[in-house]
């Protein structure tokens, strides 16, 4: 029992030391514009974020890429999630614009993201909210 406790109290320091590792190489580095506040503010982007940066931390040579990527990321999100509610007829929180009852106003808000009135279509960048869409949902659900 010892040990399992023991072992459990490391990953939770392991844990502190990868969140606040995450705060400084990719929180601190936001914008502090709109988008870039509901990135800090917003809990359930914090952790969708730090799984993203979790999933590539091993490797250290590429740790300005990593960083860079995961902030685009989560910008991309934002911005999602600020189209979302826009459209939106009630107050929705952001991981509950994943939920099936949702999903025509979340389909909106992914046209209106990824298109641009006066160029159209957005050249892949429908290709970017699939990926990023189905890791956001495996975090959040």
């Given at each position: 029992?010892?040990?399992?406790?023991?072992h459990?109290?490391?990953?939770?320091v392991?844990?502190?030391?990868a969140?606040?590792?995450?705060?400084?190489?990719v929180?601190?580095?936001?914008?502090?514009?709109?988008i870039?506040?509901?990135?800090?503010?917003?809990?359930?982007?914090?952790?969708i974020?730090?799984?993203?940066?979790?999933?590539v931390?091993g490797?250290?040579?590429?740790?300005v890429?990593?960083r860079?990527?995961?902030?685009?990321q989560?910008?991309?999100?934002?911005?999602?999630y600020?189209?979302?509610?826009?459209?939106?007829?009630?107050q929705?929180?952001?991981?509950e614009m994943f939920?099936?009852?949702?999903?025509?106003?979340?389909?909106?808000?992914?046209?209106?993201?990824?298109t641009?009135?006066?160029?159209?279509?957005?050249?892949g960048?429908?290709?970017?909210?699939?990926?990023?869409?189905q890791?956001?949902?495996?975090s959040?659900?």
């Open positions: 029992m010892q040990c399992i406790a023991a459990s109290g490391k990953e939770t392991e844990m502190a030391k969140k606040k590792k995450f705060r400084e190489d929180l601190s580095r936001l914008r502090r514009d709109d870039g506040r509901s990135c800090v503010e917003d809990e359930t982007l914090q952790m974020g730090f799984k993203l940066y979790q999933r931390k490797r250290p040579n590429k740790s890429l990593i860079r990527n995961v902030l685009a989560m910008r991309i999100l934002a911005r999602l600020k189209h979302f509610q826009s459209l939106s007829t009630e929705v929180r952001f991981q939920t099936r009852a949702h999903y025509e106003t979340l389909e909106d808000a992914i046209r209106k993201t990824t641009s009135e006066t160029k159209g279509l957005l050249s960048s429908k290709l970017t909210f699939h990926g990023l869409i890791n956001a949902c495996r959040v659900l």
